[in-house]
């Protein structure tokens, strides 16, 4: 969840719970002050260490982070979406989109990447099980 600014943004957009994730701790210190500073009642926001994640589907799963961890990642984060929900993937560099979307495509019927400047945006929709 880093700073929690994507989840922060969904709240605020009208998203009614959001659910962030991060391995550092002081992330999850900083998503809760920045939900509070942006007037975010707490319940709406629920954050956790990778190890204590609660076993949930999301209709929209975000994820803003580097190719790598999102390559290692393809399996849980499908996992953690509903059928017919969405995924978006952003942190990739415009030359690692290919990979990234292949990694995904066993999961998702992906769209065609959304590119500025290097970088590029991946979202998908999760396949029927």
């Known amino acids: 969840c880093g700073s929690g600014i994507l989840g922060l943004a969904a709240l605020l957009l009208g998203a009614k719970h959001v659910i962030g994730v991060d391995t550092d701790p002081q992330a999850l210190e900083a998503s809760r002050d920045n939900a509070r500073r942006n007037s975010i009642d707490d ?3 629920d954050l956790y ?3 204590q994640e609660p076993d ?3 209709d929209v ?3 803003n982070i580097l190719a790598q961890p999102l390559l290692g ?3 849980k984060l499908a996992s953690r979406v509903k059928d017919g ?3 978006v ?3 990739i560099l415009s030359n690692q989109a290919r990979e990234v979307m292949d990694a995904y495509e066993p999961w998702f019927i992906m769209d065609e990447p959304v590119q500025q400047e ?3 945006r991946l979202t998908g929709q999760r396949r029927d099980r």
């Open 43 to 45: 319940p709406r926001l």
């Open 49 to 51: 260490l990778p190890d």
């Open 56 to 58: 949930t589907q999301a």
């Open 61 to 63: 799963l975000l994820a």
């Open 73 to 75: 990642l393809a399996p």
């Open 85 to 87: 929900g969405d995924i």
């Open 89 to 91: 993937l952003s942190g």
């Open 118 to 120: 290097d970088w590029v």
